[in-house]
């Protein structure tokens, strides 16, 4: 006798065709608009539909101006000691060796006229290989690394460089929908001179197939926009039966700019 699965409390939740048919629906929108003069959408969508929760991750009034604390001026500084050269390789914070493929991020950290942004803090958070983050709100049945904690930071170069270590995430369901999964990434935090400057933003991976189901993804509705969060395969980064190397340049300013989260999603 076959087993029988029980409802689950995300059965009765909207199916991915529904949500697909209003990504497609907004995307052809889109389109036709700016074929007729609209300006081009280079950021996200504060409300945007697909995304269910999108109109609850945004200030709904009007935002006000407040000074920051003294202590707010001063130069970010994170943990108990100061920026190790270890901490932006990943796969040797405990010790064993994580599972998964290693990989190599690098990029540059530019603004809008192609300058480097030299002193930068640049952190990064992510899954492990399953999909799994190392936090107690995430419970779905995919195992934990007991070698790897998913988080790491670094400063820019003279020539605003940075450089991570790291195992490539695995997607992860999510509650927008019936069957949601978010395509791999690697979540990126830049600090300026003091913690009001601080930015966010997402890098994902070439090709993905999750890319057309996703609303986070595609709530820029602009596809040249979408396609600079979306790092590129660099085989000189590459190191010959070690890891594979992807590059990521992350532009502050102008209309090049990379799209950085009003607050952090998922």
Request: hydrophobic fraction near 35%; charge should be negative.
């Amino acid at each position: 006798m076959s087993a029988t699965k029980l409802p689950g409390p995300d059965d009765a939740a909207e199916s991915q065709a529904t949500l697909s048919a209003e990504i497609d629906a907004i995307a052809t929108e889109y389109r036709d608009a700016v074929a007729a003069g609209a300006p081009v959408e280079t950021q996200p969508r504060l409300d945007y539909l697909p995304y269910r929760s999108s109109l609850l991750r945004h200030p709904t009034k009007d935002l006000r101006h407040a000074d920051p604390e003294t202590i707010e001026l001063y130069s970010p500084a994170f943990g108990h000691r100061d920026i190790g050269t270890l901490e932006s390789d990943l796969t040797i914070q405990h010790g064993g060796e994580p599972i998964g493929e290693r990989i190599r991020v690098t990029g540059r950290v530019l603004d809008g006229d192609g300058r480097p942004v030299a002193g930068q803090l640049v952190e990064i958070w992510q899954a492990n290989s399953a999909g799994r983050y190392i936090h107690k709100r995430d419970q779905h049945p995919a195992p934990i690394d007991p070698n790897f904690t998913g988080v790491g930071r670094t400063l820019t170069g003279p020539d605003g460089s940075y450089s991570f270590t790291t195992i490539k995430p695995g997607p992860y369901p999510w509650k927008n929908h019936h069957n949601a999964w978010r395509p791999a990434h690697i979540h990126f935090s830049l600090f300026g001179s003091e913690f009001t400057q601080r930015m966010v933003t997402q890098m994902y991976f070439p090709g993905d197939p999750l890319f057309a189901l996703d609303p986070i993804y595609q709530s820029i509705t602009d596809e040249k926009a979408r396609d600079r969060l979306v790092a590129t395969y660099d085989h000189d980064l590459t190191e010959h039966e070690f890891l594979m190397g992807y590059s990521w340049d992350i532009v502050l300013t102008g209309t090049d700019r990379t799209w950085m989260e009003e607050e952090d999603h998922a």
